[in-house]
């Protein structure tokens, strides 16, 4: 459920602060535009190598932050993972990136005769943009109810909640034929005072129907 805050409220300082300290995450806005099934048997195709993905340009850690919460989020299914760290380390050696691992199969094999991997699982950030919170003076015109002389114009404090927008792509690889089995993609905006609740709310969607591996109830 999406609800919407204006762009400006004016409100006393304290109250403003309230607002943005207790309700992080309460507005938002998600849009998933493409989630295909899995239509392999998972609990087979372990460990899944994590390739880390890249920042998006101007936002340093969007895109670790990203993948470690793929990372706690998968690891709650039951997935053996190799961490990202370590797929890091073994591209370094081939002086690879993520980029042109995935364009060249015959890299993807290359690497994943280090990692031992039964599938790649890699991120793409489409779209990332941060318009942090501020509060500053602004000019209302106000009714002179004393008087009754019409309006007069005070300078009142205004509060303007800024906005978060990020959009990832997720694709899961066979690197034995260097194809994709997998993609999800999607959207999320809110408020920049939910940064990581947002990207929870983004990856939590993405991975929806991958199936948990952890022994049933």
């Not at 998600?30 to 899944?48: A, E, H, K, T």
């Not at 969007?62 to 690891?75: I, K, P, R």
């Not at 509060?159 to 959207?187: D, F, N």
């Amino acid at each position: 459920m999406h609800f919407r805050l204006g762009k400006a409220i004016t409100f006393g300082p304290a109250l403003i602060l309230s607002i943005n300290l207790l309700c992080p995450g309460c507005f938002y806005k998600m849009d998933l535009g493409q989630v295909n099934g899995l239509n392999v048997d998972l609990q087979r195709l372990q460990p899944i190598a994590l390739l880390p993905i890249q920042d998006f340009p101007g936002f340093p850690e969007s895109g670790s932050n990203l993948v470690m919460t793929v990372q706690d989020l998968l690891a709650r299914r039951g997935c053996t993972l190799i961490q990202p760290s370590a797929t890091s380390q073994v591209l370094e050696e081939f002086d690879l990136s993520p980029q042109i691992l995935l364009s060249a199969p015959s890299s993807l094999i290359k690497v994943n005769e280090r990692l031992q991997a039964k599938l790649f699982l890699a991120g793409t950030i489409l779209e990332y943009r941060v318009e942090k919170s501020f509060i500053r003076s602004q000019d209302f015109p106000i009714w002179d109810v004393w008087n009754g002389r019409g309006y007069e114009y005070r300078s009142l404090p205004t509060y303007h909640q800024g906005t978060c927008q990020m959009r990832l792509r997720l694709s899961l690889l066979e690197p034995e034929r260097g194809s994709v089995i997998w993609k999800a993609e999607g959207r999320v905006s809110g408020p920049s005072s939910a940064i990581a609740a947002l990207r929870k709310k983004l990856v939590e969607g993405l991975l929806e129907n991958f199936p948990s591996l952890l022994p049933r109830p």
